[in-house]
């Protein structure tokens, strides 16, 4: 059974309160997902490009009839210091945040989690300009 259908099998909120064991093939990479490896009963994301589909309205719930591609766009550090992946469905534009996996890719992580830093929304000389303002030396060399 396909993770899309089992909203119309399952009754409202079914798995906020059961697990999904269920293995599925990732709609971006092809690759196979299993949710042993997890480290959860609630596997909602590829571990290998990190994507998962639009299906839920609240967690759990599979009310969403958008069933989009949710991309991973950004990471947070929750309190207690657990990360969480943003995503945003390329469909809706909806964001959610799921909590990184045991086995998710170290290095898509890192890259998602560093992308803000490669792309500054400004050009990197005005850093030194904006430190010698501020009483620094204004270089970046030092």
Known sequence: MNRENK???FEKGYYKTHPCRDSFLCK???RPVVPDAAGSAHRNHCPNCLSS???DE?????AADCGGIMEPIG???RKGGEWAVIHRCR???KLD???VAADDNPMKLMSI???PLTLPPFPLEHIEKLTALMGGSGSLSE
């Open 53 to 55: 589909l639009h299906v």
């Open 113 to 115: 989690a560093l992308k």
């Open 58 to 62: 609240e967690p759990g719930d599979r």
């Open 97 to 99: 945040s799921n909590r």
């Open 75 to 77: 990471v947070w550090v």
């Open 28 to 30: 971006v990479c092809g």
């Open 7 to 9: 909203r119309k099998t």
């Open 91 to 93: 469909r809706c534009g």
